[in-house]
């Protein structure tokens, strides 16, 4: 938004700007912020930043948690949602040094950076450009608790056909299970909701290519985005989390991002399409290519493919992820490419035909991802691919033109299988992460810390006693 202090001390002035938030990303990918009074915005700020404990944060030890904040001026953006008017900008966490502070190599930003720096040092492109899809859900009513003697969670959304019982202020168009997709009013109760969401995105310079009702009956929504750049898109994301949060809260209802809210309906993905460019010209298009994909793009695919089981640990990073990844929900479970396969963990669209949209998706991503080290990591393992020449199909990967759900025993075991749980996703992270660290871009400490807050998570899950498992041996 600003290019230099003056203009958006100018901007305070001018708008009324009585407060400027400071939007920091933690290590989980949570926003976290804090808040100064607008004239305390000074040259000061800018040059030396402002201190905060970066162990809170989970990037750093206690004896060495004192870390500043150095915010980015042309991310800065007027908060729709604040209750005093409120200037906020996302920043850079800096480590604390003599003479100068350097950049915090785990810093997400920093990370998503570099990674970019990387590219452009091979040689192979100067920009990456993304498209991800926002896909989640929309509730009226959410509860749960975890405690020694009770776990339980409730949801409801009042467009759901378990709702069509209701004997009270029932009006009937209930949205059938697995019978949301495209779906219009009256049935499609957030078509407003959406509309009002996106209005708010494309103020922030978040362009919408369209918005829709996605399969999941009880209220699940998605909204696509047009193109942008690898760091900008990764801001972008985490704007428009806080967009669609806010805005569900605004109206007394709740949103998540969560891959798999629901038992026996589709789950919420953040599909990711992407192309490069160099010098302005596309390198993904070649008319006489396989599905018009240049070989460059081939061996990006390659090396999608090859690291596809690491690359989960930072696409997809909870435990619920891999209750999305199971056959029968629109959700990819094998590692391999195709056209117009939406059972594929990567789909070319077929009506992307002209040189600069040619581009492919990776269907296995989902939005509790932190989207700096997710989108870094799968250009990382792009450009391996690119490096080392990988062609996916001689290296097993597909193409595989049919519908990869309807396969039999025998004919799954032929093809290789994305991780099933996150701790199998970290067993490949641990195993295959070469392609991360190359240049520098992830730093291993960044790799070990990731990997152990992941399996304590994951440890924690899996110690809880589940619900379905009292339905199944309670009268063992």
């Not at 905060?52 to 001026?73: I, Q, R, T």
């Not at 009226?140 to 409730?154: K, M």
Request: with cysteine.
């Amino acid at each position: 938004m600003f290019q230099t202090l003056q203009q958006a001390q100018d901007f305070i002035r001018a708008n009324g700007i009585q407060m400027v938030d400071f939007m920091m990303i933690d290590l989980n990918g949570r926003w976290r912020h804090l808040t100064i009074p607008a004239e305390r915005l000074t040259a000061h700020t800018m040059t030396h930043g402002i201190g905060f404990d970066a162990s809170n944060y989970g990037f750093a030890p206690v004896e060495k948690s004192d870390m500043v904040f150095v915010p980015d001026l042309s991310s800065a953006y007027v908060d729709e949602f604040a209750e005093v008017p409120t200037l906020a900008m996302i920043g850079d966490i800096f480590v604390i040094e003599l003479p100068e502070n350097r950049r915090f190599d785990q810093d997400p930003r920093n990370v998503a950076y570099h990674a970019q720096e990387h590219m452009k040092q091979l040689g192979i492109a100067d920009e990456m450009r993304i498209g991800p899809e926002f896909e989640f859900h929309v509730f009226d009513h959410v509860s749960y608790d975890v405690s020694p003697q009770s776990a339980h969670y409730s949801l409801d959304s009042e467009q759901a056909e378990w709702n069509t019982g209701n004997e009270f202020g029932n009006l009937g168009y209930k949205m059938a299970k697995k019978g949301g997709y495209h779906m219009a009013p009256p049935l499609d109760k957030l078509s407003g909701f959406r509309s009002r969401v996106v209005l708010l995105m494309e103020k922030q310079g978040i362009m919408v290519k369209y918005h829709h009702h996605e399969v999941g009956g009880p209220g699940q929504l998605e909204i696509e985005v047009e193109f942008g750049g690898l760091l900008e898109m990764a801001d972008k994301t985490m704007m428009t989390k806080y967009l669609i949060k806010n805005a569900a809260v605004a109206e007394d209802k709740t949103a998540t991002f969560m891959p798999k809210p629901i038992y026996e309906e589709a789950g919420n993905g953040m599909h990711v399409h992407m192309h490069l460019f160099k010098d302005g010209k596309p390198l993904f298009y070649d008319a006489k290519g396989y599905s018009q994909l240049s070989e460059t793009a081939l061996h990006f695919i390659g090396g999608l493919l090859a690291h596809a089981p690491a690359l989960c640990a930072f696409t997809n990073p909870s435990t619920n992820s891999y209750k999305r990844l199971v056959p029968g929900y629109e959700a990819p479970v094998t590692i391999g490419y195709a056209t117009s396969n939406r059972s594929s963990v990567i789909r070319i669209p077929a009506y992307a035909k002209a040189p600069e949209d040619k581009r492919f998706e990776l269907r296995s991503p989902d939005g509790t991802c932190n989207p700096y080290y997710a989108y870094a990591a799968i250009l990382m393992a792009g450009l391996d691919g690119i490096q080392k020449k990988i062609d996916p199909e001689k290296a097993g990967f597909g193409p595989y033109d049919f519908n990869l759900y309807n396969l039999n025993e025998a004919e799954q075991k032929t093809i290789k299988q994305l991780p099933r749980t996150l701790d199998e996703a970290l067993d490949a992270l641990e195993a295959d992460h070469g392609f991360l660290t190359a240049g520098g871009v992830f730093p291993q400490r960044l790799i070990d810390i990731w990997a152990s807050n992941r399996r304590a998570e994951a440890a924690k899950v899996n110690q809880i006693p589940h619900p379905a498992e009292f339905e199944l041996y309670y009268d063992l």
